[in-house]
């Protein structure tokens, strides 16, 4: 599902400067154990719901983190990361 993908451009701008390596590797590892985890989530949904029961979990998966991104996420653009970094500190 190519969310990494996007992700990968969007979690580095959002944090700020003095974290951005760690909160990217946060998001790396989380990433990694999510694709560690899903295999088996996906066969056990294979084994009892067959494959509408993963597809309808792969979608609901994406549209929950969607929504938190239009709700909560930060717009970045046309932002300086430095403004970025300024705001995270102000927002303590």
């Keep these: 599902m190519y969310v990494c993908y996007a992700s990968a451009v969007y979690v580095p701008e959002i944090?700020?400067?003095?974290?951005?390596?760690?909160?990217?590797?946060?998001?790396?590892?989380?990433?990694?154990?999510?694709?560690?985890?899903?295999?088996?989530?996906?066969?056990?949904?294979?084994?009892?719901?067959g494959v509408t029961g993963v597809f309808i979990l792969l979608g609901a998966v994406s549209i929950i983190v969607a929504i938190a991104i239009a709700t909560i996420g930060i717009e970045t653009k046309g932002v300086s990361v430095e403004s970025l970094s300024i705001d995270a500190v102000v927002n303590k």
């Design 15 to 49: 944090w700020p400067t003095e974290a951005k390596l760690r909160g990217s590797g946060l998001a790396n590892a989380v990433g990694r154990i999510s694709g560690i985890a899903a295999p088996y989530a996906v066969a056990v949904l294979l084994s009892s719901y």
